[in-house]
């Protein structure tokens, strides 16, 4: 048995139920699909929308979350079952961007996240500082030779397709229930379709470093980047066979983690490095809650120096804090030396990756 387990013959897997039906009825499927069409230029396409309407609705109706598909095959404990070819996909990404990772030499793989919702883009009308700091960042991390990657989260709220979609849960019905990567989405059913997850995930997996660049929103992340963070529970102990729990069992999950589960972190031994910005109150608290949910997927803190918690403008106009971050220097240079610090970091680990070998007595 693997650490953890316990003996599933002496608990009753029961499978709670109880939350109040959401199914629509086929009017209100039609009025919610419909709101995606209000502008008056798809008047003139009117019967093919309704085709197309009434195709939507039988996959509805139907569950056609996952409309392609082809068997496992070799490597699954299911061979035989169909699976997503969207969940096989992000699987071969994943696979190739952790081969890229293991390769010796080459320079080091440095994945910069930009946290901010805010962007020219869209209703702001302005780029966020946090966009500033990310390109000081990378501008650091490539004269440093270094690989870099830039994820700008605020492309969910202004680009034309790109979506995060919300965690489900899966983890606490039963761990072997959160496939790696995630197989959730996209459900086409319920058209929760496309999901940047697929895109996301193998970025995680190349890097060597990750620098994590945000504002902070209410005392806390901000919604897309928390969004990231919830569907990354996948990395940190997921089932890497869909097979396994026959897709989406609750039962056989439940019973799998009662027979004991390894909780494997996919994500273990990257260095990373912290960035938050704000300019009233909740950096260094945003700044802790970063620092411990990376800890607990095993990734690895770079060094005191390569995180920070700062103001920019404290109770200064929202208006002139852009000119607040002009006249903060030191922030700038802070956050160069953050990324020299991870720079420094992962290339040590590089050279003599950690291997402590410890007994987790609490692998939750």
Known sequence: ????????????????????????????????????????????????????EETAWNAYEHGRKAPRTRRAGAGFVDESQELSLDWLATRSAIHAAQALRDQRGGPSRILVISGAARSEHTCPGEQSKTMRLAFEACDELRAASCHVDLLDLSRTVSEYGVTLHPCKGCVSTAMPLCHWPCSCYPNHALGQAPDWMNEIYPMWVGAHGIAIITPVYWNQAPSPLKLMMDRLVCADGGNPDPTSTHGKDAAAAKAIELAGWSYPRHLAGRQF??????????????RRHLHDWLCDMHLEPAGAQAELDRYIGYYQPYATSHDELDRSPELITETRNAMRVLVDAVARSRVTPRRIEVADPRPK
């Open 273 to 286: 490095s912290l960035v938050v910005h704000g300019d009233t109150e909740g950096t260094e608290t945003l």
């Open 1 to 52: 048995m693997n650490r953890g387990s316990r003996d599933a013959e002496s608990i009753e897997l029961t499978i709670r139920k109880g939350t109040p039906s959401v199914r629509l009825t086929r009017d209100e499927f039609r009025e919610r699909f419909r709101t995606r069409f209000v502008d008056p230029a798809f008047e003139v396409h009117a019967k093919a929308l309704d085709a197309i």
